[in-house]
Nanobody, 124 residues
Framework: QVQLVESGGGLVQAGGSLRLSCAAS????????RGWFRQAPGKEREFVAAISYRGGSTYYADSVKGRFTISRDNAKNTVYLQMTSLRPEDTAVYYC?????????????????WGQGTQVTVSS
């Protein structure tokens, strides 16, 4: 059974930092590209960051570039999202994802597996 489990969300003041983790089980996720998306109330799910299967390529949404860093540890089947300089507009449920391809993608429809989401709330 394929499972992605996020952790690390919470409440933080503007300017603060959080690190999200997403552990995968049930498949050889080390061969899959991974991504992070987020969804704020009343808004569509939006792309945040993605990383290729070996971690050699990364891609970020313009809104988080320079503040967020995606990384992965294939030995642990885990992907991370380090978030710094957080802003109230970063408040959302954050979802990790995986696609059965080695290469990154930015569309939610291109990902095959999803976690249950973790809430990130940034207070002003």
């Amino acid at each position: 059974q394929v499972q992605l489990v996020e952790s690390g969300g919470g409440l933080v003041q503007a300017g603060g930092s959080l690190r999200l983790s997403c552990a995968a089980s049930g498949r050889a996720f080390s061969a899959y590209a991974r991504g992070w998306f987020r969804q704020a109330p009343g808004k569509e799910r939006e792309f945040v960051a993605a990383i290729s299967y070996r971690g050699g390529s990364t891609y970020y949404a313009d809104s988080v570039k320079g503040r967020f860093t995606i990384s992965r540890d294939n030995a642990k089947n885990t992907v991370y999202l380090q978030m710094t300089s957080l802003r109230p507009e970063d408040t959302a449920v954050y979802y990790c994802s995986a696609r059965t391809s080695s290469y990154i993608a930015t569309m939610a429809s291109e990902y095959d597996y999803w976690g249950q989401g973790t809430q990130v709330t940034v207070s002003s």
